[in-house]
């Protein structure tokens, strides 16, 4: 079946504009994570989505983070005002909480490469 | 709290001879630990993942792991490199209390796996 699905692949952004990313998840998988890899940070979760529940957004950078997710389905990560810092990978992951062997597994997407210039 | 400690950043190994990729972890609960590769340009492929049901765990593409509590250890193995095993590989933790949440989720710092020809 389709995996995570991540769009676009690659963006190049100007200093202080905003940019939005997508996820879209597994099919019928209930969580929903957003991670940032970087060449000084490694991997980074930023939010977590299950269900209908409000995110867990422990691990947004900044103010200037957000992110939503329409009908407990696809994603979207919100950077507003971009910085140079936030130039990273951003990667999605999905899991399937409804099944006890697969609750902490978490299957990720290709990611989004953004560049500020 | 828990951690992951992966021991070396980078292993060169001949195409042919064995594979060893050292993490150490530490957490407060019973964990699942997870290996995770990364090709370049790709996203996270999920290798292999230990839940207590047995100690050695066996993974795609020829890789296994072997759990030893005695030594909080989770070491990557290969009995037999290829060339297509140039990647980047991560050593993963989850918390396992709440069967799940990207706060128990822990990402270690990536070992470079490099073949010689």
């Known amino acids: 079946g389709a995996g995570v699905s991540q769009s676009p692949s690659n963006k190049v952004t100007e200093k202080g504009k905003d940019v939005e990313l997508r996820c879209d998840p597994i099919s019928g998988h209930t969580a929903l994570y957003w991670y940032r890899q970087s060449l000084g940070q490694g991997l980074e979760f930023l939010i977590y989505?299950?269900?209908?529940?409000?995110?867990?957004k422990s691990g947004l950078p900044s103010d200037r983070f957000s992110a939503e997710r329409t009908g407990g389905s696809v994603s979207t990560l919100t950077i507003q005002r971009t910085q140079q810092e936030d130039s990273a990978v951003y990667l999605c992951?999905?899991?399937?909480?409804?099944?006890?062997?697969?609750?902490?597994?978490?299957?990720f997407g290709p990611g989004t490469r953004l560049t500020v210039l | 709290a828990q951690s992951v400690t992966q021991l070396d950043s980078h292993v060169s190994v001949s195409e042919g001879t064995p594979v060893l990729l050292r993490c150490n972890y530490s957490?407060?609960?019973?964990?699942?630990l997870f290996w995770y590769v990364q090709h370049p340009n790709k996203g996270l492929q999920l290798l292999l993942k230990y839940t207590s049901a047995a100690t050695l765990v066996k993974g795609i593409n020829g890789f296994e792991a072997e759990f030893k509590k005695s030594e909080t250890s989770f070491h990557l193995t290969k009995p037999s490199a290829h060339m297509s095993d140039a990647a980047e590989y991560f050593c993963?933790?989850?918390?396992?209390?709440?069967?799940?949440?990207?706060?128990?989720?822990?990402f270690g710092k990536g070992t470079h796996l490099i073949i010689q020809p």
């Open positions: 993963v933790v989850s918390g396992g209390v709440t069967g799940g949440g990207a706060d128990g989720l822990t």
């Open positions: 989505f299950q269900g209908n529940s409000a995110p867990d």
């Open positions: 992951a999905s899991s399937h909480w409804d099944s006890p062997e697969e609750t902490d597994t978490q299957y």
């Open positions: 957490s407060s609960y019973s964990p699942s």
